[in-house]
């Protein structure tokens, strides 16, 4: 009975963690509208729980502590875009022991720039989940372009 009660659990925390993981790739698709990161607030772990976020865009690496500064960083670069939308590749992994989860992905996407240049991009993602009140929260993300 106990293993039938985890093993149940164990698929609920995956349809949870990829509902986050798609919020996520919504989040960072806002298409012609300009980017916001509404929805981010539920997906990272906020207040005293800090995030740790490494993410190698434009040839230097960008290490953020907070969602706060997560979107002060992002949200002037984004207001470079007119357009941008992404996509989950078919590659979500998602492996969960306990309170924690990892997940690896890659993503495709792109957009255009407001001066009107099509710009392609993909990044291979590791997200790091941790069940904080009783909630899953992302706590570690790492980026890197490819």
């Known amino acids: 009975m106990m293993n039938t009660i985890t093993q149940s659990q164990l698929e609920t ?3 949870t963690i990829q509902q986050l993981t798609k919020q996520w790739i919504d989040a960072w698709s806002p298409q012609d509208e300009p980017f916001t990161g509404k929805g981010l607030e539920n997906i990272f772990a906020t207040g005293d729980n800090e995030i740790l976020v ?14 706060q ?5 992002w949200m002037p670069v984004m207001q470079n875009f007119s357009y941008w ?5 078919d ?56």
């Open 85 to 89: 939308k992404i996509q989950l590749e």
């Open 54 to 67: 490494f993410d190698n865009f434009d040839n230097s690496v960008v290490v953020l502590h907070s969602l």
């Open 91 to 146: 590659n979500l992994n998602i492996s969960i022991d306990g309170d924690l989860a990892v997940t690896t992905f890659s993503w495709v996407g792109g957009g255009k720039t407001q001066d009107g240049q099509e710009v392609k991009a993909r990044q291979y993602a590791t997200h790091t989940w941790k069940r904080l009140n009783s909630e899953w929260r992302l706590v570690h993300e790492h980026l890197t372009a490819g």
């Open 69 to 73: 500064e997560y979107l002060d960083t």
């Open 13 to 15: 925390d995956k349809i």
